[in-house]
């Protein structure tokens, strides 16, 4: 049997502007222990186009990223936020990630460093709910992920994959 290797089509980039951490401590979960850190979204601008529409837009103050920081060197990142295209429509996005890299590199980012983003490994499988009857091919649809966190934001590029 022979099957087509899956491709990948580039459908927005985010800008995701974060404030401060908030360090919530350490915390008992069903995989043991960690660290649960909480960063609260400021806003932030979307862009892209996807199946031929318009995916610029912004994102709106009031999510989070809920991490849970698993070792020195690892961390589960769950953030929930909303977008708002320029046609006044919204997507909600659960975006599950994990972020790994050196105790070096890891240290620094959360002393609020820049660490280069090649350095980092950072993958994500973002979920969309959507208002927009067009859009609902994202709820259907495997998209994933790779950002970059900056001392100021996280940037990341959303992909689906065909």
Known sequence: MSLSLPTLEP??????????????????????????????????????????????????????????????????????????LNDGSHIYITNSAIRTGSEQDIAALVRGESVAPERIYFRCAPRFEVERADLAWMTQTLIIGTGARFPDRVEMVFYEVK
Not at 13 to 39: C, F
Not at 71 to 81: F, G, I, K, N
């Open 11 to 84: 459908i927005m980039q985010l800008t995701v502007q974060v404030a401060k951490p908030v360090e919530a401590g350490n915390v008992t979960h069903s995989m043991g222990t960690g660290k649960r850190r909480i960063i609260p979204i400021t806003g932030g601008q979307v862009t892209g186009t996807a199946r031929g529409q318009s995916m610029e837009g912004e994102i709106l103050v009031g999510g989070a990223d809920f991490q849970l920081v698993t070792s020195t060197t690892a961390a589960q990142l769950d953030a929930r936020y909303i977008l708002r």
